[in-house]
């Protein structure tokens, strides 16, 4: 019934893209980049 779906996202220290569970990006828990190891949440406040 309810699919964890994967999204892009932009890792905003080294810039790369990567997938990420849609749930995370919603739920705002902290992410992990899998390229520089940098933690971060899907929505920043700048």
């Known amino acids: 019934m309810f ?3 994967s999204v892009d996202v932009t890792c905003p ?3 790369r ?3 990420q569970s849609m749930h ?3 739920k705002n828990i902290t ?3 899998p390229h520089c190891g940098y933690y971060f ?6």
């Open 13 to 15: 220290k080294c810039s």
């Open 24 to 26: 995370k990006l919603r």
């Open 3 to 5: 699919r964890d779906k």
């Open 31 to 33: 992410m992990v980049c």
């Open 41 to 46: 949440r899907g929505v920043e406040d700048c």
């Open 17 to 19: 893209i990567a997938e």
